[in-house]
């Protein structure tokens, strides 16, 4: 079964450019979720989608960052301009809600972005 | 504010030996919690779960603790092999919640 499958794997850019991250989920999963990881910490959530609902976006950055999940498969994570700061790992991972305990989130590989 | 903690940011094991990574929580509503590993250049691996209605879980060489009234939990490898060398993160969701907390992460080494 193939996992969370995230695109690009690197990106660079100069600041103020636009940049967009894509992610393909596990095949059944309809929850889906944006993280991000700066350097030496753990991953933060940026977005949670529950099918193509966006449930939780208390923390993603809507003057910048802006996120959909069209038909409730694909994802996109765009950020408009990039700033210095934004530099990081940007994580996909979706999981299978089970109505309880038990949920497990499966993660993809990562994009990385760097601004200079 | 750190909701979820682990305070050891490295740990150095020999192999063979046991390695014990802790995990320090603050909000009570915390009930389930996940390990997950991760190596250089990849995504995070689920390792292995436990809800707070048990005080252990294990799968093959890892076991997790959790201490409820502590608000500790503790993943122990045994025994610890060079391929185990990776950072491990701490993850804590709430009562029903699809949200998880994840703590800084310790780097794991296991020297040959």
Redo the contacts between chains.
């Keep these: 079964e193939a996992g969370?499958v995230?695109s690009p794997r690197y990106k660079i850019i100069e600041k103020k450019q636009p940049v967009a991250f894509w992610c393909n989920p596990i095949s059944g999963h309809n929850?889906l979720y944006w993280?991000r990881q700066n350097l030496?910490?753990?991953?933060?959530?940026l977005i949670?989608y529950?099918n193509e609902e966006a449930?939780?976006d208390s923390q993603l950055p809507k003057d910048r960052f802006s996120a959909e999940r069209l038909k409730g498969v694909d994802s996109t994570l765009k950020i408009q301009p990039a700033e210095l700061g934004d530099s990081a790992v940007y994580?996909c991972?979706s999981?299978f809600?089970t109505?309880?305990?038990?949920?497990?989130?499966?993660?993809?590989?990562?994009s990385?972005l760097t601004v200079v | 504010d750190q909701q979820?903690k682990q305070n050891s940011?490295s740990l150095s094991v020999q192999e063979g030996r046991i390695s014990i990574l802790n995990c320090d929580y603050t909000n009570s509503m915390f009930?389930?919690f996940?390990w997950?590993k991760k190596y250089p250049?990849?995504?995070?691996?689920?390792l292995i779960?436990i809800?707070s209605?048990k005080d252990k879980n294990e799968d093959g060489r890892f076991t997790v603790f959790l201490n409820k009234s502590a608000k500790h939990l503790s993943l122990h490898i045994v025994p610890s092999q060079p391929g185990d060398s990776a950072v491990y993160?701490c993850?804590a969701?709430a009562?029903?919640g699809?949200?998880?907390?994840?703590?800084?992460?310790t780097r794991l080494s296991v020297l040959p």
């Design positions: 969370v995230q929850t993280y030496g910490q753990g991953p933060e959530l949670r529950e449930v939780d994580l991972a999981s809600p109505g309880g305990r038990g949920n497990t989130i499966y993660f993809g590989e990562g990385w | 979820v940011p009930d389930y996940l997950y250049a990849e995504g995070p691996t689920f779960s809800s209605i993160f993850a969701s009562v029903y699809q949200n998880f907390v994840f703590g800084p992460g």
